[in-house]
């Protein structure tokens, strides 16, 4: 078998050629665990070589360790000439400002030794939290400014991803875990994508190294110890566990034998094959282990229908990861290399601040949230009402802020606002959606039915609370499609 000399390439963006196999730089954090940090140039070399080989595109983050850092130092090299690098920024929820996402951007930027990054990707902890709909306006601004080439994000699922397109934000790609183990980006969000000419950027194509010859009929590790295979051994675990992974195994070697390929290959080629995916990532050790020419065996084969229906015989006996792209870092199961991150969110403070109220002489306190809209003084209510163990959650339509509408004509995107700004209320006097026991749908349009419902039951599936939908003549104000109610008992 003769390997082509250079991976192929692809247009993520206008403007935007990068390699088909973006090497990850996540694991310089696993490698700087120990708080001594890698020697920057000796890390620039090693980037060096493999740009040289024509891996010439990176991703990072802004808590990768100091990969940013070690980028910057290729970057201000002749070698670094022509590499396309991109980061991540991952704030913790609160008031994005426009000062506040210009240092964000802005810190990357001295990091890096750059003018303009190649795609700046975006991770937002908690929807409820409304605070990504201003960063991402803000970064669109900046986007024309000239200090980012391209807006991306970083594990946002389907309906949120929808909101931004509804708002006109140009997304080029959203980063998103893809593997033979973990298939929901093949679903809605792959259509999504391809409707909207959104390029998707996988990760996890080798789940932590599993999907390899090493683990073909071996035990079950006792142990693992870097952050990858401690995150990757809990997909495993939820697909079906060892054996099931074994099964999958042993289907893409009897696959990687026909071609004269490795298992990696087989694993990387068929998220490769997946029609919204424009490149794959792969981590890379930096100066210690790199797998550059074995890479290269994905460009020298393709697969046929027979080993796609092999593959798709051994997911038939693996159980599909639940939820939606990036749920594993907001919701049970957390499948992340620290487990549980209730904790985290949990943390997190709530949108809005109650106040609690006396509304006469003997009455019970019961307890009031206001969220800023216009609407509110106005005509004397409040979002949400907590009076004992019982929350009332007045019609809540997609205004944010002081009254701007979210999704306009987009009815599954005002609803998917609507939703979060239900649980944000809820969650400022102690309650949770699943604490919801009744809802009301309003519509103007009886035609958005389907697909409000459809985000109606992203949320509250496994809740099921009481529910009314109806259609009414027209909303307060030009362009509200939907318009939902919710009850809660604690």
Same mark, same amino acid.
């Given at each position: 078998?003769?390997?082509?000399?250079?991976?192929?390439?692809?247009?993520?963006?206008?403007?935007?050629?990068?390699?088909?196999?973006?090497? /990850?730089?996540?694991?310089?954090?696993?490698?700087?665990?120990?708080?001594?940090?890698?020697?920057?140039?000796?890390?620039?070399?090693?980037?060096?070589?493999?740009?040289?080989?024509?891996?010439?595109?990176?991703?990072?983050?802004?808590?990768?360790?100091?990969?940013?850092?070690?980028?910057?130092?290729?970057?201000?090299?002749?070698?670094?000439?022509? !590499?396309?690098?991109?980061?991540?920024?991952?704030?913790?929820?609160?008031?994005?400002?426009? +000062?506040?996402?210009?240092?964000?951007?802005?810190?990357?930027?001295?990091?890096?030794?750059?003018?303009?990054?190649?795609?700046? +990707?975006?991770?937002?902890?908690?929807?409820?939290?409304?605070?990504?709909?201003?960063?991402?306006?803000?970064?669109?601004?900046?986007?024309?400014?000239?200090?980012?080439?391209?807006?991306?994000?970083?594990?946002?699922?389907? !309906?949120?991803?929808?909101?931004?397109?509804?708002?006109?934000?140009?997304?080029?790609?959203?980063?998103?875990?893809?593997?033979?183990?973990?298939?929901?980006?093949?679903?809605?969000?792959? +259509?999504?994508?391809?409707?909207?000419?959104?390029?998707?950027?996988?990760?996890?194509?080798?789940?932590?190294?599993?999907?390899?010859?090493?683990?073909?009929?071996?035990?079950?590790?006792?142990?693992?110890?870097? $952050?990858?295979?401690?995150?990757?051994?809990?997909?495993?675990?939820?697909?079906?566990? $060892?054996?099931?992974?074994?099964?999958? #195994?042993?289907?893409?070697?009897?696959?990687?034998?026909?071609?004269?390929?490795?298992? @990696?290959?087989?694993?990387?080629?068929?998220?490769?094959?997946?029609?919204?995916?424009?490149?794959?990532?792969?981590?890379?050790?930096?100066?210690?282990?790199?797998?550059?020419?074995?890479?290269?065996? #994905?460009?020298?084969? @393709?697969?046929?229908?027979?080993?796609?229906?092999?593959?798709?015989?051994?997911?038939?006996?693996?159980?599909?990861?639940?939820?939606?792209? /990036?749920?594993?870092?907001?919701?049970?199961?957390?499948?992340?290399?620290?487990?549980?991150?209730?904790?985290?969110?949990?943390? #997190?403070?709530?949108? $809005?601040?109650?106040?609690?109220?006396?509304?006469?002489?003997?009455?019970?306190?019961?307890?009031?949230?206001?969220?800023?809209?216009?609407?509110?003084?106005?005509?004397?209510?409040?979002?949400?009402?907590?009076? /004992?163990?019982?929350? *009332?959650?007045?019609?809540?339509?997609?205004?944010?802020?002081?009254?701007?509408?979210?999704?306009?004509?987009?009815?599954?995107?005002?609803?998917?606002?609507? *939703?979060?700004?239900?649980?944000?209320?809820?969650?400022?006097?102690? /309650?949770?959606?699943?604490?919801? !026991?009744?809802?009301?749908?309003?519509?103007?349009?009886?035609?958005? $039915?389907?697909?409000?419902?459809?985000?109606?039951?992203?949320?509250?599936?496994?809740?099921?609370?009481?529910?009314?939908?109806? +259609? !009414?003549?027209?909303?307060?104000?030009?362009?509200?499609?939907?318009?939902?109610?919710?009850?809660?008992?604690?």
């Amino acid at each position: 078998m003769r390997l082509p000399s250079r991976p192929e390439r692809t247009e993520l963006a206008p403007g935007l050629e990068i390699s088909r196999v973006v090497t /990850g730089l996540w694991q310089v954090a696993d490698m700087e665990r120990s708080g001594q940090l890698l020697d920057p140039q000796a890390g620039a070399q090693a980037m060096a070589e493999y740009a040289a080989a024509g891996f010439d595109t990176f991703d990072m983050a802004d808590h990768y360790g100091s990969a940013e850092v070690i980028t910057g130092h290729l970057l201000a090299r002749p070698e670094g000439r022509g !590499v396309r690098a991109f980061t991540k920024w991952c704030p913790p929820p609160g008031p994005m400002t426009p +000062q506040a996402v210009r240092e964000g951007v802005q810190r990357s930027l001295d990091r890096m030794r750059t003018e303009r990054i190649d795609l700046l +990707q975006f991770h937002w902890w908690t929807f409820e939290h409304p605070g990504w709909i201003d960063a991402m306006t803000e970064l669109a601004r900046l986007r024309e400014e000239g200090l980012i080439a391209h807006i991306g994000l970083t594990n946002f699922d389907t !309906v949120h991803l929808q909101v931004l397109l509804a708002e006109g934000i140009p997304v080029a790609s959203n980063q998103v875990c893809l593997s033979l183990l973990d298939r929901r980006a093949t679903g809605a969000m792959s +259509q999504l994508c391809l409707r909207h000419g959104v390029k998707l950027l996988a990760y996890g194509t080798l789940g932590g190294g599993f999907l390899s010859e090493r683990w073909l009929g071996a035990d079950e590790p006792a142990e693992v110890s870097d $952050w990858s295979k401690m995150k990757y051994s809990r997909f495993i675990r939820e697909v079906g566990g $060892w054996s099931a992974l074994q099964g999958v #195994l042993r289907a893409v070697d009897h696959v990687a034998r026909r071609h004269g390929v490795s298992i @990696a290959n087989v694993a990387t080629r068929w998220v490769l094959e997946q029609p919204a995916v424009a490149a794959v990532i792969v981590g890379a050790r930096l100066g210690e282990r790199e797998h550059r020419g074995d890479n290269l065996g #994905l460009f020298d084969f @393709a697969l046929d229908e027979a080993d796609r229906a092999e593959l798709e015989a051994a997911f038939a006996a693996t159980r599909p990861i639940p939820g939606d792209c /990036g749920d594993e870092y907001r919701r049970p199961p957390f499948l992340t290399a620290s487990g549980d991150l209730s904790h985290h969110l949990d943390a #997190l403070p709530p949108v $809005w601040e109650p106040r609690t109220v006396t509304p006469y002489e003997g009455a019970k306190p019961r307890q009031r949230v206001d969220t800023g809209s216009l609407w509110e003084p106005m005509a004397g209510y409040s979002r949400a009402v907590r009076v /004992g163990d019982r929350i *009332l959650v007045s019609g809540t339509t997609a205004t944010h802020g002081s009254g701007r509408l979210i999704g306009a004509g987009d009815a599954a995107a005002q609803a998917t606002f609507i *939703l979060d700004k239900i649980a944000a209320s809820l969650a400022a006097v102690g /309650g949770r959606l699943e604490d919801v !026991v009744r809802t009301r749908v309003y519509l103007t349009d009886l035609d958005d $039915w389907r697909a409000v419902c459809e985000v109606h039951g992203r949320y509250f599936g496994e809740i099921r609370p009481a529910n009314t939908l109806l +259609q !009414v003549a027209g909303l307060i104000g030009a362009g509200y499609k939907v318009e939902i109610e919710a009850e809660a008992q604690l």
